[in-house]
């Protein structure tokens, strides 16, 4: 298990998302109201860029014509087909034991505790001021 | 015997929009399984046991079937209302199990029926 | 150095198939409004600026959209340049047809003048449409084929634009939907058989269309997810029809394909038919054989979507029925239930199945083998 720097707190502001690669596994890093997401981006079903997929909200029902709506921006929805991912977790909300996607645990660190190690090495030019997004793999 | 691939096919698509139906809470699959039965004639299948036997089993369930003639209509010739090849266990599900499953008030009138 | 950036977000890339595939529906659209303008008669500019395609569509003016996805498509699959999905020749090279190896990729033109009430328009705008089909998409591809687009509705019209383009290999099919007026196999669509018979080439029902009837024969489904399943139903509507109403005996070397209904159903349609026809031919006399027959000598099937049962032998079963020399790869590039080529075949196929489902019969009927 390596935990990596992968980018400025400022850089990922709530809302926005970080394609990237380590160790050759295509991974995204979200921002969801201020809390830090990782995933695998590649959908179990059939191979496809799950993290470019449209955030958003579990719709749930217990009777036909009602709907109720929350954990808004939690659920990526894949490009392709469209299953539902929860973003926590990275299973699939059809079949969640079966189809599920890597989820990271992603933290954010102060400068002077990145400055200190151990992380592996990265390209973010580092310093004490700021706080860093780190993803642990 | 259309039945499989409908659902595979239902199956599949609600994995992806599933959420134009919340209120569709477990798998369609799991949905006919439960609560769905069908009535065996008129019965699209071969005439060749083998592959009857397949189908049954595409169907992941032996609930399913309940048998029935479709009596007066002409659809089937004299006795072959049951197809060929059905095992024994099979046939006792289809023609006797399954539909006191399913009609909770014959089971009862039978009972009544032995102990008067 | 383990950490790579990207600017932007970049489809991951398929695992490359190293077999080279047919793909038969593939889906190419117009970048804006009027693309189609230049070749259609400059009073069809004005007429559709101000009146627009009017479909036969009960209760509804047009299809709905998004249909789960904008465009019912991937949403990776937006060209850099703009546009919507599929618009973009060289982004469908650079997406799916290099890294899928599709050395055989068959257009079939969505949106186009079928299933429009204005017979004149429809005529105008499918000729343009197939006019388009070679300018954008198969002169500058060798590996694209166009389908022959037609006013579905009228036969004679139809039949023209078929035989003006009979002797032309960019085209490799005719293409029909399965939604129309009336069944497909009744006299009015009989004209659109002859002539592509006598063309040599198959025609292509693809689902969807507009004939102003419901989806269903029970009525007007709610959801779109009814409408995703209920195109099964619809193909089988129209391959009962062909058969029974006796296009294939008047037609003796006439080849069909089922587009994107699925293949699932045709075993129990086949064993149903012909056992209703056992009992009940005398009704038809002209159907001279057994529906099956008919089935067997004239009818493929496109395999997107491909049936996805929970165990995998059960599929190999179907495929088994409906007979490995029968099925068409397609992924429906680029809607959103697009098949990716390399997950679609459980494992344990032989290899001349493999090749047959992949790319050989799309040739051998497409007339392309060398």
Known sequence: ?137 | MWLPSYLWRLHKFWRGIRMETPWVDRAPLEIVRSNIRFSLQPIDAPSDPQTLNRLFDHMQSDELPLFSTDYPHWQFDGDAALPEGMSPALVRKVMIDNPYATYGRLKQAAIRETMS | MNIQFREHPEQVASIHAKTAIADCDIHPARATRTELHPYLATRWHEHLETYDKRPYHGMMDGPPYPKAQPNAARRDAYPPEGGPQGSSLSFMQQQHLDPNNVVLGVLNPLATGQGIRNHELAAAVCSAINDWQIDKWTSKDSRLKGSIVVANEDGPAAAAEIRKRAGDANFVQVLLLSRNVEPLGQRRYWPIYEAAEEAGLPVGVHAFGFGGNPLTPSGWPSFYIEEMVGHSQCQQTVLASLILEGVFERHPTLKMIMIEAGFGWAPSLTWRLDKSWQRLKSEVPHVKRPPSEYIRDHIFWTTQPMEDPERRDHLSDVIEWVGWDRLLFATDYPHWDFDEPTRVLPPGVSEANREAFYLNNALKLYGLSE
């Open chain 1, 1 to 137: 298990m390596a935990r990596h720097v992968v980018a400025s707190v400022d850089e990922l502001p709530p809302g926005s998302r970080k394609f990237l690669t380590i160790d050759e596994r295509p991974i995204a890093i979200f921002n969801i109201k201020g809390e830090f997401f990782g995933l695998l981006n590649r959908c179990p079903h059939q191979g496809a860029a799950l993290c470019e997929g449209p955030l958003i909200g579990l719709a749930q029902s217990s009777d036909p014509g009602e709907i109720k709506y929350t954990r808004l921006g939690e659920i990526i929805r894949c490009p392709w087909h469209g299953w539902e991912f929860d973003i926590r977790t990275g299973q699939s909300y059809c079949e969640p034991k079966r189809f599920r996607t890597r989820a990271y645990p992603v933290s954010v660190e102060p400068g002077t505790a990145v400055v200190k190690g151990p992380y592996v090495a990265e390209t973010i030019k580092v310093s004490v001021e700021n706080d860093y997004v780190v993803v642990e793999l």
